[in-house]
């Protein structure tokens, strides 16, 4: 079981002092001219270098219905630090996938967490700084602890339709 000690969700261009350096540097690639009340445009990231994030990079693609509601969040990559911890997750159906070996199924506390986190950044469309504390009480009582940056990423303007994370973990 995981217990989760202590987390926060803060609108990431408020609490720049918490970042790790990576993510510093993350951020001013992407925002050093003020921009972050706006979600990343798609066309934004091509040509970026981001093979220096790569290792504790993910990203996801939104699933949308026939009603423009989002259904699932399909995951595109997942960093060899990140895929170490949670498993390559590269492919799966982050929010509604039941099946064995599933993110909800292997971690269902961090993926009620992780539901939060999304619907957070889609109700605000803003980049978001998470700090969580978590203890996996079937680990050798390890504690584990993830600072995470969001970012919401738009093909037109107007629509959510991926997310790029960057997370770090420190596990003892």
């Given at each position: 079981m995981i217990d989760v000690k202590n987390t926060r969700l803060l609108t990431a261009d408020t609490k720049l002092?918490?970042?790790t350096k990576k993510q510093?540097?993350?951020?001013d690639m992407f925002f050093k001219d003020g921009s972050a009340h706006n979600p990343l445009k798609k066309s934004e990231l091509v040509g970026k270098k981001l093979d220096d994030f790569r290792p504790n990079?993910?990203?996801?693609r939104?699933?949308?219905?026939?009603?423009?509601?989002?259904?699932?969040?399909?995951?595109?990559q997942i960093g060899e630090e990140l895929a170490?911890?949670?498993?390559?997750?590269?492919?799966?159906?982050?929010?509604n996938d039941y099946n064995d070996n599933s993110f909800r199924t292997d971690f269902p506390?961090?993926?009620?967490?992780f539901k939060q986190l999304?619907?957070?950044?889609?109700?605000?469309?803003?980049?978001?700084?998470?700090?969580s504390h978590y203890m996996d009480q079937e680990n050798?009582?390890?504690?584990?602890?993830?600072?995470?940056?969001?970012l919401p990423v738009t093909s037109d303007g107007s629509k959510i339709d991926m997310i790029l994370g960057y997370s770090e973990l420190s596990i003892s």
């Open positions: 002092a918490d970042f510093e540097k993350l951020w990079m993910w990203s996801g939104f699933i949308y219905d026939d009603d423009g509601e989002i259904c699932d969040l399909e995951m595109n170490k911890y949670y498993g390559q997750r590269k492919g799966q159906h982050m929010m506390t961090y993926h009620y967490r999304i619907d957070e950044m889609l109700d605000k469309k803003l980049p978001l700084l998470t700090i050798n009582q390890k504690d584990i602890n993830v600072i995470g940056l969001l």
